[in-house]
């Protein structure tokens, strides 16, 4: 955990003349142990106990363990003190029962209110996983937008090193500066979506730092945590509500309009796109229609997460599915007792875990953007969005001749292992001749594919080859 602890923001500059500097960006962030995450760290880096219930979930992380034995992921926390009371209730009325007045009553009403819970918790389920998986419906779209934006600013945006040295130059690095806001657009919506107003955060900071938001111009200290007492932060690990802290008092505390962060970000996006368009660097019509409909999506993501998280389960079916649930379990021990004596302790606790931890499930996922162990991991899906973008830029934007006239272009695989110069120096006929060999062979075996890659392998140039290979189709072919 002290690791975790101690991680720091490194960010190395290559273009310096003494190498990498590290440096420490101010992150303030939801608690007093705000632990900076740079952009490509894993989200965990240890499986302590204070470590082991907070999420979201590792995706990568594997376990072995049968899903009936595992504890990291569960809601076993916020379980403790509600079934140390059920359980300390269902006691005291047994004990009442054995020694001092019979309490039981008749267990028909298990039958009727049962029927009543079982309903409350099928809608409570229903509900808060359909807001889950509209929220990562959302995440999805928005990776496969912000990839295709990508795409088409890296590809199909032209870099005018026909001008002089200093234009390319500078287009190129327009472009990944558009890139950047591609990717700082996910980020940003991420801890607007987490109710984190600031933009020092150390996956935010440096790509949207230079850019004049209504966010960065306000005062950073009012986003400073605050120190929990101790008995606080129990509290919320136990999940106890009167220790639960508002979502939004970071956002509530500051006195300046802290605007939009992403939609200012796609503001800025749309003034390099119109400049692109307007310069003649994307000047393909299809292109800037694509585009633009790119960053309109990107619009509507925003507009949609913020409808799942700004729309909850109406609060009065939230207070008549606990108040029903809770009831249930009170009641329970009353009409247990006649029928399996000091046993009903155990089973008035078997079923609120079961009862209790239904609809703990729902309120953990009800909002599918937060830090709950359940919840979306935001933060793997913004970085592997940007290392998709790192790799779409690794190398320059490709041409038709630098991948076409290759020698490994094996263009009629499996049918032929020759070249790319190897068909283009035989005639049209030939080629076609070869297409409809290889649509009408039954390539059905490793074998055949074998015998043609030997057969290519040792073919000599020139006409002698080629009759050669002809033959040898011609007689695989009457072969299948």
Not at 30 to 55: C, E, K, Q, W
Not at 139 to 158: E, F, G, K, P
């Amino acid at each position: 955990m002290e690791q975790n602890k101690d991680l720091k923001l490194t960010v190395t500059d290559f273009a310096s003349s003494n190498g990498s500097q590290p440096n420490e960006l101010p992150s303030p962030g939801r608690n007093t142990h705000f632990t900076p995450i740079a952009l490509r760290a894993p989200t965990r880096t240890s499986m302590d106990l204070d470590d082991y219930f907070v999420g979201p979930l590792d995706i990568n992380h594997h376990s072995k363990w049968p899903y009936f034995l595992r504890l990291h992921g569960s809601v076993l926390p916020k379980m403790v003190l509600p079934l140390a009371f059920v359980a300390a209730w269902a006691t005291a009325i047994t004990c009442i029962s054995k020694f001092v007045h019979d309490l039981g009553i008749n267990s028909v009403l298990l039958t009727i209110t049962g029927f009543v819970v079982g309903l409350a918790l099928s809608f409570r389920s229903s509900t808060a996983y359909e807001r889950y998986s509209e929220g990562r419906k959302y995440w999805a779209q928005l990776v496969v937008t912000s990839r295709n934006l990508a795409r088409l600013i890296w590809v199909h945006t032209i870099e005018r090193h026909d001008i002089s040295e200093e234009q390319g130059k500078a287009d190129l690095l327009g472009k990944l500066t558009a890139l950047n806001l591609v990717n700082a657009f996910a980020v940003a919506l991420k801890h607007r979506l987490r109710f984190e107003p600031s933009t020092q955060y150390p996956d935010l900071q440096p790509l949207i730092g230079h850019l004049r938001t209504l966010a960065g111009e306000a005062d950073q200290t009012q986003f400073e945590p605050r120190k929990h007492t101790p008995w606080k932060a129990a509290g919320e690990y136990l999940g106890i509500p009167f220790a639960q802290s508002n979502p939004r008092k970071l956002v509530k505390r500051s006195r300046d309009n802290l605007g939009n962060l992403p939609l200012e970000i796609l503001t800025y996006l749309s003034a390099y796109m119109d400049e692109v368009m307007g310069n003649g660097q994307l000047k393909t019509p299809v292109h800037q229609t694509h585009v633009m409909n790119n960053i309109t999506t990107l619009a509507e993501v925003l507009t949609g997460t913020e409808r799942v998280l700004n729309t909850p389960v109406p609060i009065a079916y939230s207070i008549s599915i606990s108040q029903i649930t809770w009831v249930y379990i009170l009641v329970l021990p009353f009409q247990l007792y006649k029928s399996l004596g000091w046993v009903s302790i155990f089973g008035t606790v078997l079923a609120a875990y079961i009862i209790l931890g239904l609809a703990a499930i729902g309120y953990e996922i009800e909002n599918p953007f937060g830090n709950d162990v359940n919840d979306l991991p935001l933060d793997n899906y913004c970085r592997e969005l940007a290392s998709d973008i790192d790799t779409l830029t690794s190398m320059p934007a490709p041409t038709a001749e630098t991948f076409i006239s290759m020698a490994e272009n094996k263009v009629l695989f499996p049918l032929s292992m020759s070249d790319y110069h190897s068909w283009k120096t035989r005639s049209v006929a030939d080629i076609r001749s070869a297409l409809r060999a290889k649509a009408t062979t039954a390539a059905t075996s490793v074998d055949f594919q074998r015998v043609k890659a030997q057969s290519e392998s040792t073919e000599q140039s020139g006409k002698v080859g080629r009759v050669s290979e002809n033959k040898h189709v011609s007689e695989v072919v009457e072969a299948v």
